[in-house]
């Protein structure tokens, strides 16, 4: 297995989101335990990231065929780079608002559909990508309302930075992120079988209040460093900190609780 470095143009950093692999495996792990194996199956993982949990779902549900899509050049690059050997398991770029396919024995996507704006009709397309006896995966963040979060969008409102991205705030994902009802009631419209859909709260115990803005930085500052320059953008992500840390307390460790939606359902 070998790694590269890849520059995060498109504002993901590989590096930077694997900080942290352990603390996001566990959602994916919990996520993987609902589904039914796929033996000889073939599975779609979208928004993949880095690959790595790609291959454990690859493994772990005995699919023949388990293709990882995403829009990053860089995570791709890191997915391709360290798993193109591996029998069955591909990477191919996509872009999960406009994905289809068909025939398919599992959809799979662990934290990424929180990117895509409309969750009726994409999991209305992601239904329609499934086969007979198909099933249906998916892990969102619900952390919205947390410091961590609602602090980026009120720096982002701030001068210079205000003025640096003309306006152009990256929106805010939690409104596009429904309920847990709401997504049990989707899917039941679409016609499950059998479903699971769950909210929890993952307790992760960081180093220190400032290790959360190592955690952002690997996602939700994604959009913040593709729109600003190098330079504002470590403007961006100290006065982030200074607030973070006003908010939250300098602390040593700092436990951050951080709630997630898990839906998993099967069609017949
Ligand atoms: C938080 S990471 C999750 C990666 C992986 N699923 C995991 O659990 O480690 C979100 C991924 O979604 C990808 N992504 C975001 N928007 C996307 C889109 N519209 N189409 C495809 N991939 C997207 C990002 O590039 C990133 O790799």
Request: proline share 5%.
């Amino acid at each position: 297995m070998r790694s590269v470095t890849v520059t995060p143009i498109d504002g993901w950093s590989p590096d930077q989101y694997e900080r942290f692999r352990s603390e996001r495996q566990q959602p994916f792990d919990d996520l993987l335990t609902l589904c039914h194996p796929v033996e000889g199956g073939r599975i779609v993982d979208l928004g993949c990231g880095t690959g790595d949990l790609t291959r454990i779902l690859h493994e772990e549900m005995g699919a023949a065929e388990t293709v990882g899509i995403d829009s990053s050049p860089a995570m791709l690059a890191r997915a391709q780079a360290d798993f193109a050997d591996v029998p069955g398991l591909s990477f191919a770029q996509g872009d999960i608002a406009t994905w289809l396919d068909e025939g398919l024995d599992l959809v799979f996507a662990n934290a990424s559909l929180q990117w895509i704006d409309d969750h009726l009709n994409l999991l209305a397309r992601m239904r329609t990508a499934l086969g007979a006896d198909g099933q249906l995966a998916f892990q969102v963040p619900a952390n919205f309302r947390h410091p961590s979060h609602v602090l980026a969008h009120a720096v982002a409102n701030e001068s210079p930075f205000i003025d640096a991205l003309y306006g152009d705030v990256p929106e805010d994902r939690g409104r596009f992120v429904l309920s847990p009802e709401l997504y049990a009631d989707l899917l039941y419209e679409l016609g499950a079988k059998d479903q699971v859909v769950r909210m929890e709260v993952y307790g992760h115990e960081l180093e220190s209040t400032g290790e959360v803005v190592e955690w952002v930085m690997g996602t939700l500052l994604t959009p913040y460093r593709k729109r600003l320059s190098p330079e504002l953008f470590d403007e961006f992500v100290e006065r982030y900190r200074e607030r973070l840390i006003e908010e939250l307390g300098e602390r040593e460790p700092y436990f951050y609780g951080f709630r997630r939606i898990l839906c998993w359902a099967r069609f017949g």
